[in-house]
């Protein structure tokens, strides 16, 4: 007995060969086949998407989905200038389904095509305080490049963090050994106060050697030059200020030398160059123009409620943050699939090899996941390296019935039902604990 589904086939860059099933007969003849199509995950105008899209593919076994649970709402599409408004969008809307319809955070996933992805994801459900899980990968804010510009921006608001100073002290190397930072530390809990501050102390050069001396007092020039920029009214870009520090420092450079694979070097430049970028798209609703008042808003955006969330994700009471090759077998009550653009789906490698049929099965899976709606977006520009790039809708998006499909705009535009009003503030009632009045 063999068991499979050739249009779920998606590791074909793993070794996988799709042509071990297609050609089963051939190999055994007089084998009998059983098609396997009542779905029972999926209502009826998930699954007609999904067959819309697959049929598309040549070589396959001829089948059609089809499920006893009705029709269900339409696909939303929603389209977006650029990928921090998609990220912010699918948070509002996750949000708003908590509020009036009670949909808890478990019940939504958010399914995305290569892990960079993740990034603007993960800052906008930081932003809106929603409990989140990353399945499958590292979150983007644990990556150490990520890490280490955060902590040199807490450490410019706040020089007595020693926490976030004891990690960029030495980053890039200035002679600030661990040796030194141990010294340092020891110090600071002898005299019971900051590293920063010990720093400053006029008998250092008694517990230093004289080069760590005076790397130390080249370290806290360092910072004070910047904090006393930051703290004037200047109208310069912060993510621009911030590429010209990083650089200046030779951070960047750093980075591309760290690692020996060119890939993996690329991508943490490319991940740190993203956070730089978030900067300004953060602050920008910001009247003032003290670079410290705008430089602490962003960290306040991205700063989550850590213990709390971490609870919630422990009981299973998060969004899911998942790529499309990790979801199979997997389903969700509802789906955000975000990102629908040439270049990402299809991949560009897999346009460039010819290998687009592969990339089809995986939207198909994508699209299976979901069990009652289903959200797709796309934009018009991506940040690639701190480069704006314009982007083109997936050609898959041309696969779909349109019927099937209905623009989001004009689902935000209608009045909210009664219903669902009285929801959204019973629950909002509810998550602020005020009593009835």
């Known amino acids: 007995c063999v068991v499979g589904d050739d249009d779920q086939s ?49 070589l396959r076994k001829d089948k059609t989905l089809w499920s006893s649970k009705g029709e269900g709402p339409l696909i939303q599409l929603m389209v977006f200038e650029t990928e921090e408004a998609e990220a912010q969008a699918v948070a509002e809307g996750i949000e708003v389904q908590r509020l009036s319809k009670r949909i808890p955070w478990n019940h939504q996933a958010i399914l995305f095509r290569t892990n960079l992805q993740a990034r603007p994801l993960e800052t906008a459900l930081r932003q809106s305080k929603i409990a989140y899980r990353l399945v499958g990968s590292q979150s983007y804010f644990d990556r150490r490049e990520v890490k280490d510009i955060l902590a040199f921006l807490k450490v410019l608001i706040n020089p007595d963090d020693d926490i976030s100073l004891l990690r960029i002290a030495n980053v890039p190397a200035r002679g600030l050994s661990a040796k030194t930072m ?24 008694t517990h230093l050697r004289a080069a760590a001396s005076k790397s130390s007092r080249g370290f806290v020039s360092l910072i004070e030059d910047q904090r006393r920029f930051l703290k004037e009214e200047n109208k310069m870009g912060l993510a621009h200020w911030a590429r010209s520090f990083l650089d200046h420092i030779g951070y960047f450079t750093e980075l591309k030398h760290s690692e020996k694979d060119p890939k993996i070097a690329e991508n943490r430049m490319q991940s740190a160059q993203e956070l730089v970028s978030s900067i300004d798209s953060l602050t920008a609703s910001m009247g003032s123009v003290k670079g410290e008042d705008r430089l602490n808003q962003f960290l306040e955006e991205i700063a989550l409620d850590q ?3 971490d609870e919630k994700d422990k009981q299973g009471e998060g969004v899911t943050l998942i790529t499309m090759h990790s979801c199979k077998g997997l389903e ?29 099965r995986l939207f198909y899976v994508a699209i299976t996941r979901a069990m009652e709606s289903l959200t797709i977006s796309h934009c018009e520009t991506r940040n690639k390296f701190g480069q704006t790039t314009p982007c083109q809708p997936s050609v898959f998006l041309n696969e779909l019935p349109d019927k099937l499909v209905e623009l989001a705009d004009d689902v935000f535009k209608r009045p909210v039902s009664p219903s669902s009003g009285a929801a959204m503030f019973d629950a909002l009632k509810s ?7």
């Open 10 to 58: 998606i590791y074909g860059w793993r070794g996988a060969e799709i042509a071990n099933l297609l050609h089963l007969e051939d190999h055994f003849p007089g084998i009998r086949v059983i098609k396997l199509e009542q779905n029972y995950r999926s209502n009826n105008t998930i699954l007609k998407a999904a067959n819309a899209v697959i049929r598309h593919n040549p």
């Open 182 to 205: 141990q010294t340092l530390l020891q110090l600071s809990q002898d005299r019971n106060t900051s590293v920063w501050s010990v720093m400053h102390h006029s008998d250092l050069d």
């Open 307 to 309: 213990d709390r969330l």
């Open 332 to 360: 969700y009550p509802h789906v955000h699939i975000v990102g629908l653009e040439q270049g990402l789906l299809p991949h560009t490698r897999s346009i460039d090899e010819g290998s687009l049929d592969e990339e089809r």
């Open 431 to 437: 998550s602020l604990d005020l009593s009835d009045a």
